[in-house]
Nanobody, 124 residues
Framework: QARLTESGGGTVQSGGSLRLSCIASGLTYSRGSMGWFRQVPGKEREGVAAISKDGNTNYAESVKGRFTISRDNAEMAVFLQMNSLKPDDTAMYYC??????????????????WGQGTQVTVSS
């Protein structure tokens, strides 16, 4: 059974930083695509950052230059370093995986495996 477990969320002041982690188990995620998404109540889940099996990355315009996605294939983990956080970054953040994907997809339709989410709150 595939499983993704996120951690690292919390409350931080505007301008601060957080590092999210996602540990994968149950499938060989080291060969696929992984991504981070976020969702606020009443809105659709949106892609924030994604990384391909080869390490290519893709970011939403709103986070470019502030967020960095990385992966550790040996540990089957993906990370999201978030700097210069803004109140608009407040959301539930989800890790997603596509074990058979090739690219750094930002579309949620490309992912079938999801974590339970970790809350990020940025106060002004």
């Amino acid at each position: 059974q595939a499983r993704l477990t996120e951690s690292g969320g919390g409350t931080v002041q505007s301008g601060g930083s957080l590092r999210l982690s996602c540990i994968a188990s149950g499938l060989t995620y080291s060969r696929g695509s992984m991504g981070w998404f976020r969702q606020v109540p009443g809105k659709e889940r949106e892609g924030v950052a994604a990384i391909s099996k080869d390490g290519n990355t893709n970011y939403a315009e709103s986070v470019k230059g502030r967020f960095t996605i990385s992966r550790d294939n040996a540990e089957m983990a993906v990370f999201l370093q978030m700097n210069s956080l803004k109140p608009d970054d407040t959301a539930m953040y989800y890790c997603a995986a596509n074990p058979f994907g090739h690219w750094a997809y930002l579309s949620r339709t490309q992912y079938a495996d999801w974590g339970q989410g970790t809350q990020v709150t940025v106060s002004s």
